[in-house]
């Protein structure tokens, strides 16, 4: 019911949006001569504020339409290679670039959408041929598309690395870190051919028992009970996945903000004078950032569930005490898998620490295949976005893998 009220508070907001874009466009319109004037940038600056936070954000797309290699601009187009009910995996196809050696990125279930790392994408682009982790939103998947679980996370993602072939190259960002070292022990243990040449996990809750952030701690302080009976709800009349239960991506982000209000609120404020003042680069950062923090969607109940329970109230990884289908994990199957760890030193969300017990876990890496790296200044978005991945983290990485292509 919760979800439902949500709904049509969302509904209602949108009408008082096309109404505030409406007064906008008067307003800002060029023939307008009070648009020139201070009271009436004070005037456009409080009506796009207001419809901004009236706005519903969707998904938006990664819009990557070329990348220059060597020199040479290539036209990229997005292909859906393959598709099943809670991901489509997205191809970047690079005309007229021959690349073997395939990188699949996995994208975090946690609550944004993938196109949260098109910055990612676009880094790595031009030396690797990428191949992305596209999660629905859960209110989208028909109940008759069945669950969602923990284990089903690792199918997929074992699925997708048999569909790619050998040789592939893995590259897990946050939460799925989990999932991508799994999956690379199932298929290492059963002698598949397709594990991966090499595995990337960044910032990702390997063992939330070192440096517990707020995240972690969060966590601890409710009962599953609590997060079965308040953080579930179903979704709403009038979406295909009517009656699943999920955990929406609004109490998602709501807790995000609230872990850090402050400094959304100044955010927020400094857009406002930057449109009043005319700082349009300023301003223009600030909408890129939040059209995409904004869009969110919403996770499978089942596997929200089980991500909190055996991830960050049992550490199961870390534990020992992991299983898929049933069966205990055997990470010291792991020996021919090149292992690279990345954190960010200021990560408020991921503690340091957490990442880097997968070089632990995983004993029979040969010490010459391993690296840890640790991103000085930079926070949880900081480790696969702006000016420090660019700069730091993706050459590195790109060097990781074609040592081991």
């Known amino acids: 019911m919760n979800y439902q009220a949500y709904d049509y508070l969302t509904r209602g907001a949108h009408i008082m949006h096309e109404g505030f874009s409406l007064l906008n466009d008067i307003a800002s319109h060029p023939d307008n001569p009070f648009s020139h004037t201070y009271p009436g940038r004070i005037t456009r600056a409080s009506l796009e504020t207001a419809m901004r936070l009236t706005r519903r954000y969707d998904k938006l797309g990664f819009n990557i339409d070329d990348v ?113 070292l799994i999956a690379t022990a199932v298929m290492a243990e059963r002698n598949n051919k397709c594990v991966p040449k090499s595995l990337t996990l960044m910032a990702g809750p390997i063992d939330t028992s070192k440096n517990p952030t707020r995240v972690n701690e969060f966590s601890h302080e409710r009962p599953m009970d609590w997060f079965r009976n308040v953080a579930i709800m179903k979704v709403p009349y009038g979406y295909p996945g009517e009656g699943r239960k999920v955990y929406p991506g609004f109490m998602q982000l709501g807790g995000f ?53 055996r991830v960050f109230k049992n550490n199961e990884l870390a534990r020992g005490a992991i299983t898929y289908e049933g069966e205990a994990v055997n990470f010291e199957a792991i020996d021919n898998t090149a292992l690279l760890t990345v954190e960010g030193a200021d990560d408020d969300i991921c503690g340091l620490g957490q990442t880097e017990a997968a070089q632990d876990i995983c004993k029979n890496v040969p010490k010459s295949m391993r690296r840890h790296h640790v991103q000085q200044g930079a926070g949880h978005y900081g480790i696969f976005s702006g000016s420090k991945f660019r700069k730091h983290i993706r050459p590195l990485i790109t060097d990781f893998i074609h040592k081991y292509a």
Request: glycine share 4%; aromatic share 12%.
């Open 68 to 180: 220059i290699i060597e020199g040479r601009h290539h036209k990229v187009t997005e292909e859906v290679v393959l598709s099943k009910p809670f991901c489509d995996l997205m191809h970047f196809n690079r005309k007229g670039v021959r690349d073997d050696h395939k990188v699949l990125l996995v994208a975090p279930l946690s609550g944004h959408h993938a196109t949260l790392l098109k910055g990612t994408v676009e880094a790595l682009l031009p030396d690797h041929e990428i191949f992305v982790t596209d999660w629905a939103d859960a209110r989208e998947v028909p109940l008759e598309d069945g669950p969602f679980s923990f284990d089903c996370y690792v199918q997929y993602l074992i699925e997708f690395l048999e569909f790619l072939g050998p040789g592939t190259h893995v590259i897990a960002i946050c939460q799925p870190t989990v999932q991508a």
């Open 257 to 309: 903000i609230s872990m850090n209000q402050q400094s959304h609120m100044k955010k927020y404020m400094n857009f406002y004078q930057n449109l009043v003042f005319g700082e349009e680069e300023d301003a223009d950062r600030f909408r890129a950032f939040y059209d995409e923090y904004l869009a969110v969607l919403d996770m499978p109940a089942e596997f929200y569930l089980e991500t909190i329970e």
